[in-house]
């Protein structure tokens, strides 16, 4: 029998506090999530700079480094990141996100399976976290181009993480608890009311968990758990997060138990972001609404045979993390184009005349344009349309028109 070649796929689950790490390489049939102390799968994001070894460490070998020579310890990253902090080493200026990425690296090469991945995926719920430089430091400090990159919210990576579940298969609806330190909430996965979409919401807890009466942290967990699945019924709910772990849960199991599935683990989301990985190698994500996310797609009127129809050239429903997209096409005549926004949760159109001031006058269906759409936030971006001209006939004016766009959230 013929062995079919795995791509090597790699994704992260970052934080300020830790990384949480999954791959695949040939030869394997499932991902691994990697483990720096056995169970443990959360790497703390210590970064070490040996001042005799002239190295840098990161992770529990950090930790272990510090202990033996003297040097620069780098940990709390979240005060850093809001007082945009730099550090000196060696006399050189590190600002704090070129040592986030070296860390992020450092992560990787620690796995010592090498670092040639087809897809890399990075995932977190800290959007200031998954900076648009990310993706060009990452390659520089792997020494390596050859990897498609990808950043995505928590909110994608549960989904991609729930549709990959057998238990899943055929639920309609599935929760998830979160809880981190004293923060709580929870992830409902469902349908639209029409049914075409999948659709995310998300509710803090934290506040509720506080009012509900009982006598411990388990008694009141129970009974906000009863109405949170009297508000949001599913058959199958997921828990993460440290705030879980322990054995204070009892009536909280009982609850949580009746008449439904509950899973606990502390990988979920690195996991979601290596499917997601996989499914985006066959382009078979899924849109997804939810707070956060784009909730439009751009694109222009045209016409196909007598009738006019809406042509997406940049497609909502996910994150807007480096969305970008553009497409080559004739301009049937004058010297304006109908941008169109359909919104993914109405269905309505928005219309919107761009004008090509200056566009050199040239008969109808002679002017080959480029359409480029990206979004810069969840509801922010911007369209730019290049002149290519109609070969020698009628050469480029090189003309470049940009419109900024603002949409609804």
């Known amino acids: 029998m013929e062995t ?19 791959y695949r390489v040939d030869g394997m049939e499932e991902p691994i999530s990697h483990e720096e102390r056995e169970g443990d799968f959360c790497i703390p994001n210590i970064l070490f700079y040996g001042e005799k070894t002239k190295k840098w460490y990161a992770g529990y070998k950090a930790l272990k480094k510090q202990e033996e020579e003297e040097g620069v310890l780098v940990k709390d990253w979240e005060q850093m990141w809001k007082k945009e902090e730099k550090v000196v080493i060696q006399k050189e200026i590190y600002k704090v996100k070129t040592l986030f990425v070296k860390l992020l690296a450092l992560h990787i090469k620690n796995l010592d399976i090498g670092n040639q991945f087809a897809r890399i995926v990075v995932t977190s719920d800290d959007k200031e976290l998954l900076f648009e430089e990310m ?11 050859e990897f498609l990159f990808y950043r995505i919210s928590h909110k994608t990576a549960f989904t991609a993480f729930a549709l ?6 055929g639920v309609r609806n599935v929760g998830l608890f979160e809880y981190y330190g ?9 349908r639209t009311p029409a049914g075409d979409m999948l659709q995310v919401q998300t509710f803090s807890l934290s506040e509720e968990l506080e009012q ?7 008694e009141k967990f129970a009974t906000m758990a009863v109405n949170i699945f009297y508000r949001h019924k599913t058959p199958i709910v997921y828990l ?16 949580l138990c009746h008449n439904r599935r509950a899973f606990v683990g502390q990988n979920l989301f690195t996991k979601g972001a290596f499917y997601f990985a996989v499914e985006e190698g066959e382009k078979r994500n899924p849109k997804l609404l939810a707070q956060g996310l784009c909730l439009y797609d751009i694109g222009l009127a045209v016409t196909i ?7 997406p050239v940049l497609g909502g429903g996910c994150d807007w993390y480096g969305r970008k997209n553009s497409a080559q096409m004739m301009l049937e005549e004058g010297k304006q184009i109908e941008v169109i926004y359909q919104n993914l949760r109405t269905k309505e159109l928005e219309k919107e005349i761009m ?4 566009m050199p006058k040239r008969p109808p269906m002679t002017t080959k344009i480029e359409m480029e759409i990206a979004y810069t936030s969840d509801c922010e971006g911007y369209i730019k349309i290049k002149d290519l001209g109609f070969g020698e006939l009628y050469p480029s004016s090189h003309q470049i028109w940009v419109r900024k766009f603002s949409l609804d959230s």
């Open 212 to 218: 509900t009466k009982g006598e411990d942290k388990d």
């Open 135 to 145: 993706e060009g430091m990452l390659k520089k400090e792997l020494k390596t181009k």
């Open 182 to 190: 004293d923060e709580i909430r929870y992830q409902y996965l469902g």
């Open 4 to 22: 079919i070649k795995q791509e090597n796929l790699l994704s992260m689950d970052i934080s300020t506090a830790f990384t949480q790490i999954s």
């Open 240 to 255: 993460t997060g440290d705030g879980f772990e322990g054995e204070w849960m009892e009536k909280t199991l009982k609850v």
């Open 164 to 169: 990959h579940q057998e238990e899943c298969s």
């Open 355 to 358: 004008e090509l001031h200056g």
């Open 305 to 311: 045979k007598g009738q006019q129809s809406f042509a």
